[in-house]
């Protein structure tokens, strides 16, 4: 039986140390509300602090309701003591290196240098830390069992919660070798980051298969981040999986609970898939988020807190966006870029779609037409056998290059795929329409840029004639440089090897357009589009045709930008007459005809046909007419 003095400085240790604990939880809280987090040193004590705390209060009520026996009664004593050492540590710590609100700027300084030499210190006190929670929680687990049970429930057979069939149609890009290289360390942590529909969830589907097979006893968890609430969902099925105790309790703290239990060793091997972490909201209030739904459910504590860090685990994070993966990994090192297929890669995921012969020529000509994209290839596929015979990849290809309203219309198609997340679109327009919204709500004067850029060449588009080109009246906050990230952290806009010039995907282009032909906007752009051309392309005499050269495809790229009427008409038609110019120079008759009759028209309508200027284009290019 146990002593009751020890009955009695259990409870009472218990009392103080949660009202301690608790008190230094709010500083720690209190200083990331101020100040937007806390020191790195700091993060995971905060993160397992309130872990401590509810193993504490737990055993007290299991103390108070009599079902901890003797034996446990006497073990847990040491471990409460040694919880109020490791608090007080902290505590003195806290003291030591984060300001108190009376503190002056010099002695800020001067914490923040001595913040450097406890980090050491700080780690120590969580692994202890983590080492008493271990013992709270198992005596706790214990004391909800009836005293007469005598043999242990058998653990949880090891298995899967991904959500999706595997893919026979699969195509290895040699990425997955990638991804076990670097997921060999203990609590690695691995993003793949890429366009949206480039194929990184079915690398990751295709991985948790894999991995399944090669070792039986890994658990592996799928945890969708499109949200707070579907991420929850994803720990609420890690806990039921496992068997966690108080799973399907409502007033449970599965994060805590699902984080506990991943960072114990003993738990057997894990892998934790986080597909579509796109938005650092969901992760951290402190991120610009979807709106206040997202960021009250995120005031109870940061996701990114029950991301564990443990021996026997790796996390691997699939993202359209570079900046939230690098935040979730800690290390550029870390993130896979994952670009569209290689041609080869990407014919033989149209024949394995598809599932028969196809004419080689008609499909190399659809793959490179669908920018080797992994999603619109399958969903071309998809339409072409649901419509087989009459559909064919030629077919296909001839409505794909009839006109925009054609090309919308397949693209837009959503054929519906069981492997992929169904609250995700199958539609490459839909699909990258999600990231336009998300840069327009973070940040509009990144879309602008886009919109703009969306009307050059797709190639080649020099970084003159965007900075300074596209911010409106409330751009308090332009910023080229930060502008250029967002696009290229989200894989829509790549940087040429000098950084001076960037290029696009066509379909990531067109798509653009199509958005902003929904908003209303694109006219709009391509007025500025259009005036900005005439501002810079020179007219076409030899001294300017190295400039000429190099703007011409640009310069080509504004002829289905031909405004109703107006003046803007007037400066579409200065632009393609110089551009004709130009092109008759250097023997490209062909474009110099096009472009210059189209100038000619235009200026007859705007101007009329007896006009200086209309008779400009007569003489320099009359032979043609």
Aim: charge should be negative; charged fraction near 25%; hydrophobic fraction near 40%.
């Amino acid at each position: 039986m146990a002593d009751p003095l020890t009955v009695v400085g259990i409870v009472a240790n218990t009392i103080q140390l949660v009202d301690f604990g608790s008190r230094v939880l709010e500083r720690l809280e209190e200083y990331q509300s101020k100040f937007g987090d806390v020191p790195e040193a700091f993060r995971h004590i905060k993160a397992e602090l309130p872990v401590l705390l509810d193993a504490l209060r737990q055993t007290k009520a299991a103390i108070d309701a009599g079902s901890v026996q003797d034996e446990s009664k006497n073990a847990l004593l040491p471990a409460v003591e040694g919880c109020g050492v490791q608090i007080n540590l902290l505590d003195d710590v806290i003291a030591e290196v984060l300001p108190a609100p009376g503190d002056s700027w010099a002695r800020r300084g001067k914490k923040a240098l001595r913040s450097l030499r406890y980090d050491t210190k700080v780690e120590k006190i969580t692994s202890v830390v983590r080492g008493y929670i271990q013992t709270l929680t198992y005596h706790a687990a214990a004391s909800l069992r009836p005293l007469t049970v005598e043999r242990t429930l058998p653990r949880p057979t090891p298995c899967s919660t991904v959500p999706f069939q595997r893919d026979p149609h699969f195509v290895d890009r040699d990425i997955l070798a990638e991804i076990d290289c670097k997921s060999k360390q203990p609590a690695s942590r691995v993003a793949l980051v890429g366009l949206g529909g480039v194929g990184k969830s079915q690398l990751a589907v295709e991985y948790s298969y894999r991995t399944r097979e090669r070792s039986p006893d890994t658990w592996v968890f799928w945890v969708p981040a499109t949200s707070s609430a579907r991420f929850e969902e994803g720990y609420r099925k890690i806990a039921e999986r496992a068997k966690l105790p108080g799973w399907d309790k409502s007033d449970v703290d599965i994060f805590k609970l699902v984080y506990s239990w991943l960072s114990h060793e003993a738990n057997s091997y894990w892998v934790m898939i986080i597909d579509n972490a796109d938005d650092l909201s969901v992760f951290s209030p402190s991120g610009k988020g979807k709106g206040r739904e997202d960021n009250l459910f995120n005031a109870r504590a940061p996701l990114l807190e029950f991301l564990p860090q443990s021996p026997n685990g790796s996390l691997l994070i699939t993202s359209r966006n570079r900046d939230v993966a690098f935040q979730l990994t800690g290390s550029y090192a870390d993130i896979i870029r994952i670009p569209p297929m290689e041609q080869a890669h990407a014919l033989a995921l149209l024949r394995n779609k598809l599932g028969g012969s196809v004419e080689h020529d008609d499909a190399v000509a659809l793959v490179e037409a669908l920018d080797y994209m992994p999603l619109a290839i399958a969903q071309a596929a998809a339409y072409i056998s649901q419509r087989a015979p009459r559909a064919t990849v030629s077919r296909y290809l001839q409505d794909l290059r009839r006109g925009d309203r054609d090309r919308a219309k397949l693209l837009n198609m959503d054929i519906g795929d069981s492997r992929r997340d169904g609250t995700a679109s199958n539609s490459i327009i839909a699909t990258w329409q999600i990231s336009f919204e998300h840069i327009r709500r973070d940040r509009p004067s990144a879309m602008r840029l886009l919109s703009l850029m969306s009307l050059f060449d797709r190639q080649g588009i020099p970084d003159s004639l965007l900075d300074g080109r596209y911010q409106d009246d409330s751009d308090v906050s332009f910023d080229f440089e930060e502008d250029l990230n967002t696009l290229t952290s989200f894989s829509l806009v790549a940087t040429d090897v000098e950084g001076h010039q960037f290029e696009m995907h066509r379909l990531v282009q067109f798509s653009t357009r199509k958005w902003l032909e929904l908003q209303g906007e694109l006219e709009g752009w391509r007025e500025k589009y259009v005036r900005l051309m005439d501002d810079n392309y020179p007219v076409g005499i030899y001294e300017n045709w190295k400039a000429c050269r190099a703007l011409f495809p640009h310069a080509e790229a504004a002829v289905p930008c031909r405004p109703g009427g107006g003046s803007i008409l007037e400066t579409w038609a200065s632009v393609l007459y110089k551009a004709a110019w130009y092109a008759e120079g250097v023997g490209n008759y062909q474009a110099a005809h096009e472009m210059g009759r189209g100038a000619l028209e235009a200026r007859e309508a705007t101007l009329g046909a007896e006009h200086p200027e209309t008779l400009d284009i007569v003489n320099n290019l009359g032979h043609f007419y």
